[in-house]
């Protein structure tokens, strides 16, 4: 079952941020074979992460058995495009400031009638010419994902609008430029943020659209499941190793102490 089926059979979905070690496939692939993780998704906003790194993480994933899907940010046609050309099942487009600009992603991301997009049969997507580019269209209107994030003071004044628009299939919020936009930085629990959490499950549920979060923390995560959300950023590369050389000090106290 994909990402987007797990979402609307409203099931719990888990990923795995990567940035910059998006680059080692091993690595991609090691978080597939876990089976704990439901996918990851690539982070192209805050890093320098090519489309070649893209092309291998995705390969990488499917050797894992999992999905994977970029974040980007919404600059341009290609940079929306691409990622799924690839083979990513969907994007997550971040920094959105407008209804246009939501618009305009969804143009981006869909083929005719709902968007713009072209058409290219010489890709992953399209198993190299294998599928019939017809039934491309449908197909990938049907199955990619277009997931808009909520992040800045401007989508939040509109989120209503923005989960009513066709193409858009899911939400996502970003808790740190949300905090920081509403004046609490890095408190994401702080009143203020879980009035916008609230305000953004009540534009997702009313649409019959889900939403997701990068979680900062386990009571974080719950208070944000308590209000319907299903996709969860729970770990991340940086956060992994943190996490790791923390449990290895701990272990060997003593020589860290001599």
């Known amino acids: 079952m994909s990402i987007?089926?797990?979402?609307?059979?409203?099931k719990i979905v888990r990923v795995v941020n990567l940035g910059s070690l998006v680059n080692h496939p091993r690595f991609v692939e090691y978080i597939g074979l876990t089976g704990d993780f439901d996918g990851v998704w690539i982070d192209q906003e805050h890093n320098p992460v090519t489309q070649r790194d893209i092309e291998l993480a995705l390969m990488a994933s499917r050797a894992g058995g999992i999905e994977a899907f970029a974040r980007v940010p919404p600059t341009d046609y290609g940079?929306?495009?691409r990622p799924m050309?690839?083979?990513?099942?969907?994007v997550m487009v971040a920094q959105i400031?407008?209804?246009?600009?939501?618009?305009?992603?969804?143009?981006?991301?869909k083929y005719p009638p709902?968007?713009?997009?072209g058409?290219?049969?010489?890709n992953a997507e399209m198993r190299y010419g294998k599928l019939q580019v017809a039934d491309q269209v449908v197909k990938a209107n049907r199955e990619r994902w277009l997931c808009l994030q909520i992040e800045t003071l401007e989508?939040?004044?509109?989120?209503?609008?923005?989960?009513?628009?066709?193409?858009?299939?899911?939400?996502?919020?970003g808790p740190m430029d949300l905090s920081c936009v509403l004046g609490v930085t890095g408190d994401a629990l702080h009143p203020k943020?879980?009035?916008?959490?609230e305000r953004v499950s009540e534009a997702a549920r009313a649409k019959g659209k889900s939403w997701g979060v990068l979680s900062v923390s386990p009571e974080h995560a719950a208070k944000c499941r308590e209000l319907g959300c299903q996709l969860f950023s729970i770990t991340g590369e940086a956060d992994i190793y943190k996490r790791g050389f923390r449990e290895v000090k701990q272990d060997y106290a003593e020589l860290f102490d001599a």
């Open 193 to 197: 943020c879980v009035e916008a959490l």
């Open 79 to 81: 940079t929306i495009m």
């Open 85 to 90: 050309e690839a083979g990513c099942c969907g």
């Open 119 to 122: 058409l290219y049969s010489s």
């Open 155 to 173: 989508a939040l004044e509109i989120v209503d609008k923005i989960a009513a628009l066709e193409g858009v299939d899911s939400l996502f919020v």
């Open 97 to 109: 400031r407008s209804l246009e600009d939501a618009q305009r992603m969804v143009q981006w991301a």
């Open 4 to 10: 987007k089926e797990k979402l609307a059979a409203g």
């Open 114 to 117: 709902v968007g713009i997009r």
